[in-house]
């Protein structure tokens, strides 16, 4: 099974930063990564997918790169909004399909 | 636009089963792969099973497999978990989700409880 370790586990920061958040991928992944921001007591939303693609109604705040094992996602220009939990997620290949455990972006 | 709405969710005593709904809209049902993710309670989120269009392939995570059967009836445009021998552990908000592979789980239910407890 492929495993995701994503960092940092959380952060803080504040409103306007430039925030990163790394996923790496125990074995190359070519580009099947996605991000999703999740908020509490809600389900997950989409923001990325293969790895640098906006989807449709996200902000153009949110960008992703890399393939193969290491990916990025960033948050140009942080919104109150924006303070929430985000996962990667690998859809390479057959299943299972696995998450990263998650960042939780925190108000500084 | 896409609406995906579970049901089912409920308190079950370990060894039970429960039976998960998915009612979709906004969207041709039967193109469309899905799945199943869920989420303990405070934890991160995990896969669970899969199901093509047409039904003919199916995959469920080790954690669940022998106990679970993914099932989907597109006249009725609906998804469905059956859950049998529930473990503790099954506790959790489970979503139903829309899945491609190169797009991802790219529309989420609102999600159903699921706790198994005596």
């Known amino acids: 099974d492929i495993q995701l370790t994503q960092s940092p586990s959380s952060l803080s920061a504040s409103v306007g930063d430039r925030v990163t958040i790394t996923c790496r991928a125990s074995?190359?992944?070519?580009?099947?990564l996605n991000w999703y921001q999740q908020k509490p007591g809600k389900a997950p939303k989409l923001l990325i997918y293969?790895?640098?693609s906006l989807q449709s109604g996200v902000p153009s705040r949110f960008s992703g790169s890399g393939s193969g094992t290491d990916f990025t996602l960033t948050i140009s220009g942080l919104q109150p909004e924006d303070f929430a939990t985000y996962f990667c997620?690998?859809?390479?290949?057959?299943?299972?399909?696995?998450f990263g455990q998650g960042t939780k972006v925190e108000i500084k | 636009e896409v609406q995906l709405v579970e049901s089912g969710g409920n308190l079950v005593q370990p060894g039970g089963s429960l039976r998960l709904s998915c009612v979709a809209s906004?969207?041709?049902?039967?193109?469309?792969?899905m799945t199943w993710v869920r989420q303990a309670p405070g934890k991160g989120l995990e896969w669970v099973s899969y199901?093509?269009?047409?039904?003919?392939?199916?995959y469920y995570a080790d954690s669940v497999k022998g106990r679970f059967t993914i099932s989907r009836d597109n006249a009725k445009n609906s998804l469905y978990l059956q859950m049998d021998s529930l473990r503790a552990e099954d506790t959790a908000v489970y979503y139903c989700?829309?899945?491609?592979?190169?797009?991802?789980?790219?529309?989420w239910g609102q999600g159903t409880l699921v706790t198994v407890s005596s």
């Open positions: 989700a829309r899945f491609d592979i190169l797009t991802g789980f790219d529309y």
């Open positions: 906004g969207f041709t049902f039967r193109t469309y792969q």
């Open positions: 199901i093509s269009g047409s039904g003919s392939t199916i």
């Open positions: 074995q190359n992944m070519d580009i099947y």
């Open positions: 293969a790895a640098s």
């Open positions: 997620q690998q859809s390479y290949n057959t299943p299972p399909w696995t």
